[in-house]
């Protein structure tokens, strides 16, 4: 079993930047990429942000490629989401997930996380 903990929403005003973090714990799994999501009210969950364990390649939904930064750190078995220049319609909760291998199977799946609220408001 894997568990993901987001940390680091809130309430921001516009302009403002946040970085989001997520720690993946639990015994013997293996991590192949992981990624941030977001979701508004009333709206799907949309892909923000992937980044691949092993070569660091990111991937960014274009409208936060100039704004947000995806990042790990593989000891710490940890990504995070720098956001920067945060607008009101950056405003959701912000999921991570993971893709990996857990035990018994190690077959891959993905593994989310509770979620974190962004709140961008002045």
Known sequence: ???LVESGGGLVQPGG???LSCE???S???INGMGWYRQAPGNERDLVATI???SGTTYYADSMKDRFTIS???AKNTV???MNS??????AVYYCKMVGRIPPQFTLSDHWGQGTQVTVSS
């Open 80 to 82: 995070y989401l720098e």
């Open 17 to 19: 930047s946040l970085r």
């Open 52 to 54: 691949v364990w092993g």
């Open 1 to 3: 079993q894997v568990h």
């Open 28 to 30: 013997m799994f293996s």
């Open 24 to 26: 993946a714990s639990g």
């Open 86 to 91: 945060l607008k009101p319609e950056d405003t």
């Open 72 to 74: 790990k750190d593989n």
